[in-house]
């Protein structure tokens, strides 16, 4: 549909009618509220607040109201046929073109609907900018003032629950959202205030959530964006902003009593926001004074008409101006008649025009009489005539007749003159009517200029604010569209990004939902802390048993089931034996070896790495690429006739990672080497505190494991196992609040892990440790 | 690694951790789960994880002189939220989104005049007071 089509619809002109009715109409409501807050200036905040809200939402009403009656009323409701004075005066007006109104209210739809959409955009962004704040920069608030605010909203009234949160972004105190409230509150300003005051300013908010603010707030945006053009929607807008403040402060006082430390603390929030480096202009930060003297009970100044408010009133006045030369033009709709200030301004513009009309309806009489005056002089002239023919007829007969009838001749002749001036002097009374008539005609078109004028005038200021009204949609469309370009870009760049990232996802786990992924990792989890569970349990025994012969043959390349792993290649082989030797638990060692295919060890190799992966879910592991690193470390500086991570001090490197001390007497007689790890480095398994001690006796560069505790008392045993599952049995020791250590016992027994509580320097504590270690199922062995 | 004045703007995650170490002063891994956690479920792992990214990127400082690493906010918080204002989303649209917020104090600053005042306001009662 082409936009001619478009504003020839019907629908295009009754949007146009009803928005310019909504110039009178919202005028009018302000006006209508301004006198009611006069009226009610005693009256509580909740109730000029709700006044003004009732106002607000009357105005999408009227205008609902006005589009109906345009739309569906046509010539039905509309106002009798205009009255015939009228129609002499309207070609002045419309310029002699009577499709004009119509072109141009239909051309007002479109504007102010390009006007609404950038307008809604506009409330869209910033919309989705405070939902962001939810969940942006926050953190949680300490449990304490959670626990004060449950209670606050009690004392309210709030029965959904509130989040309060701590934020970054927010400069003030603030609540987002209806259905799932949150509080936010800017960082700092918990601890910076008393408590009491913090309790006034979370009551404050809480009565924002209690009053449903911030849907009123919505509504509001709403319709400021539907009548965006008009000043007293604005006005109104801000009425509500202002009486909502007063009124959460009322219940502030009403609840907490001292209105004064309530002032201070609001005082000092604003205070604590305005040094910020980057503040911009101050701009006028509205009623924050205004509130502060209510709360302190000092009278208001006397108030000077503000260039805002002169402002205002010129702008409901050319409202009102461009409202009346809309009613009067021509065929208006019933709405001139059935209201009253349209009708009023209607009534002013015809009294201005009534004296000509009367003037000419005077002077059409005036010309009607003169017009028969001198039909009746031109009769008397005509009678005149025949009566001289006649009279000369009778003269010539006479003369024919008798020539001695001179007397009557001369009579005659006399009689013709007489005639004739009289002829003449009719004639010139005729003249002077006529030269009468036309100076009130003159008069008279005068007068109908005049009248014009004001009717052009009107038309004047209404072109005026139709040009004000484009250049703002204008330089809107120009502010914004460039800015909207701009975040639709980044918007998009982030969705490209995390549409890779999901490809990622995707070709990491196969076509495998989220959740399931989710859900098979937690699986596997709980699957591998159950296994290492066991696996502690059964190596425990199997270390017990003193079984290490099993050990040294699960090292070698011969398997339980060597023709597998014969078939799938040395490089599983080396993976088991060189790579994880060190890493892998027993139970690992005995499920891989079980494996049949090369698919399913690729899987469990992949799974190995994954279940050590300390941010599971990213395709990094920290894990593995540290063990490499350790395993390349190793090799480079630890071999000598063996490979490097076969060597002791290798192990040590690749198991535990580097040391924090290395004691180096490489130089000395006999080599020697002690490696450190400190009470602070926790490590995995083993615990804290570690010394492990390399000697070089045969000097050839391969320094061997001094298993020696360092101890400064006896120690009891409580077991030998797996470096793993020692680690384990040390960790839930320590847990109960026993001191224990472990210590790799022997340098050819890279799993051999002794676990040792203590040291006690004398005998009672040792008894008294042997009773509780006993008490808690263990056996120890010892002392040593 | 990052130098120290061009750091990067955080992600929305990390604004969250950066959050938390402003709020609490100096505080170990599991201080910023426990209280992540609390308004949201997090895996440790994952707190750790994007902290240790956060060192590397040089939004935090990490202090290893103890058993539990320590971390803090390596800038202050003014000096971050000045860098985010500069992100043109917030730019473009805070002025729209002010419209939307309900709180104590009005969205627009006053003025310092009006500051002045409400100095003096208050600043009477505090004489009152004692």
Known sequence: ?784 | MAKSNELPRPTDAELEILTVLWSRGPVTVRDVHSIISRRRPAHYTTVLKLMQIMTDKGLVKRDEKQRAHIYSASRPREWTQRQLAGDLLERAFAGSASSLLVGALAARKASAAELAELRKLVGEYEEDKR
């Not at chain 1, 009255?83 to 209210?105: H, K, N, T």
């Not at chain 1, 629950?161 to 959202?177: H, Q």
């Not at chain 1, 224990?740 to 676990?755: E, F, G, K, N």
């Not at chain 1, 270690?773 to 062995?781: I, M, R, S, T």
């Open chain 1, 1 to 784: 549909m082409t936009l001619d089509h478009w504003l020839a619809a019907p629908l295009a002109h009754a949007l146009g009618r009803a928005l310019a009715h909504f110039l009178w109409q919202g005028a009018l409501l302000a006006v209508a509220l301004r006198a009611v807050l006069f009226l009610g200036a005693e009256r509580s905040s909740r109730w000029r607040h709700q006044a003004a809200t009732a106002c607000l939402l009357a105005m999408p009403l009227a205008f609902g109201i006005t589009l109906a009656l345009s739309l569906g009323g046509g010539h039905s409701i509309g106002e009798p046929p205009p009255a015939a004075p009228r129609m002499v005066f309207s070609p002045v007006i419309v310029q002699g073109s009577p499709a004009a109104p119509v072109d141009w209210l239909a051309w007002l739809a479109p504007l102010w609907m390009g006007g609404v959409i950038l307008f809604y955009a506009f409330r869209l962004a910033g919309w989705v900018r405070v939902d962001r704040m939810r969940r942006r920069g926050v953190c949680a608030a300490p449990p304490e003032w959670q626990q004060r605010l449950r209670e606050l909203a009690a004392a309210v009234r709030v029965s959904r629950p509130v989040e309060l949160l701590e934020s970054c972004l927010a400069g003030v105190p603030l609540v987002i959202g209806y259905w799932r409230p949150v509080i936010l509150m800017p960082l700092g300003a918990l601890a910076g205030l008393s408590a009491e005051q913090v309790e006034a300013i979370l009551i404050h908010e809480l009565a924002h959530i209690r009053r449903a603010d911030y849907l009123v707030g919505l509504a509001q945006s709403l319709i400021e964006g539907l009548f965006f053009f008009h000043p007293a929607v604005w006005w109104i807008s801000a009425v509500v902003r202002a009486e909502r403040e007063f009124a959460c402060d009322d219940v502030v006082v009403a609840l907490r009593c001292d209105a004064r430390a309530y002032a201070a603390a609001l005082t000092t929030l604003e205070q604590s926001r305005w040094p910020a480096a980057y503040a911009t202009a101050a701009a006028n930060g509205g009623n924050l004074v205004r509130r502060i003297r209510r709360l302190l009970g000092e009278p208001a100044p006397a108030r000077v008409p503000s260039a805002r408010a002169s402002a205002l009133a010129g702008a409901l006045v050319l409202v009102a101006a461009v409202a009346t030369a809309l009613v009067v033009w021509p065929p208006a709709k019933s709405f001139a008649q059935a209201t009253a200030p349209a009708a009023s301004a209607t009534d002013k513009m015809e009294r201005t025009t009534e004296p000509a009309r009367q003037n000419v309806e005077e002077l059409k009489e005036l010309l009607a009489a003169k017009e028969k005056d001198i039909q009746d002089a031109k009769q008397a002239i005509e009678k005149s005539r025949e009566l001289l023919q006649r009279n000369a007829a009778e003269l010539d007969r006479a003369m024919q007749g008798a020539g001695g009838h001179a007397d009557e001749f001369a009579q005659a002749e006399e009689q013709v003159r007489k005639a004739e001036a009289a002829l003449k002097e009719l004639e010139s009374r005729a003249g002077e009517s006529q030269k009468r008539l036309d100076d009130q005609r003159l008069a008279a078109l005068l007068r109908q200029l005049a009248a014009g004028r004001q009717a052009g005038e009107s038309q004047q200021l209404l072109e005026q604010q139709e040009r004000a009204l484009q250049q703002a949609a204008k330089q809107l469309q120009e502010l914004t569209s460039g800015k909207l370009d701009e975040a639709l870009r980044q918007e998009q760049q982030q969705l490209a990004r995390a549409d890779r990232a999901l490809q990622k996802a995707h070709a990491a786990f196969g076509d495998q939902s989220l959740e399931e992924i989710e859900k098979r990792l937690q699986q596997a989890e709980k699957e591998f802390e159950q296994a290492r569970w066991i696996g502690v349990g059964r190596a425990s025994k199997f270390w017990g048993l003193g079984n290490e012969g099993r050990l040294a043959q699960a090292q070698q390349p011969e398997s339980p089931r060597p023709q597998a792993m014969a078939e799938s290649g040395s490089a599983y082989q080396k993976w088991l034996n060189e790579d994880v030797a060190y890493i892998i638990t027993a139970e690992e060692r005995r499920d891989f070896l079980a494996l049949r295919t090369d698919a399913d060890r690729d899987q469990f190799v992949e799974k190995f790495w994954q279940r050590r992966n300390p941010a599971p879910g990213t395709p990094e592991n920290e894990f593995k690429e540290e063990h490499y690193r350790r395993m390349a470390y190793a090799n480079q500086h630890f071999a000598s006739s063996v490979p490097g991570w076969r060597t002791d001090r290798g192990r040590i490197y690749i198991v535990y990672g580097p040391p924090d001390e290395i004691e180096d007497h490489s130089a000395e007689s006999t080599p020697r080497q002690a490696w450190r790890y400190t009470y602070y480095t926790y490590i995995d398994g083993l615990g804290h505190d570690i010394e492990v001690e390399f000697t070089d006796t045969g000097k050839t560069g391969d320094f061997r494991m001094v298993a020696a505790p360092a101890s400064h008392g006896s120690y009891w045993q409580v077991m030998t196992g797996a470096s793993d599952a020692a680690g384990f049995a040390a960790r839930s020791l320590q847990a109960k609040g026993f001191p224990a250590i472990t210590y790799v016992v022997r340098a050819d027994r890279p799993s051999l892990t002794r676990v040792l509580v203590g040291p006690y320097p004398d005998e009672a504590s040792l008894a008294k440790a042997k009773a509780e270690l006993e008490a808690e199922g263990y056996h120890p062995v010892g002392p040593q």
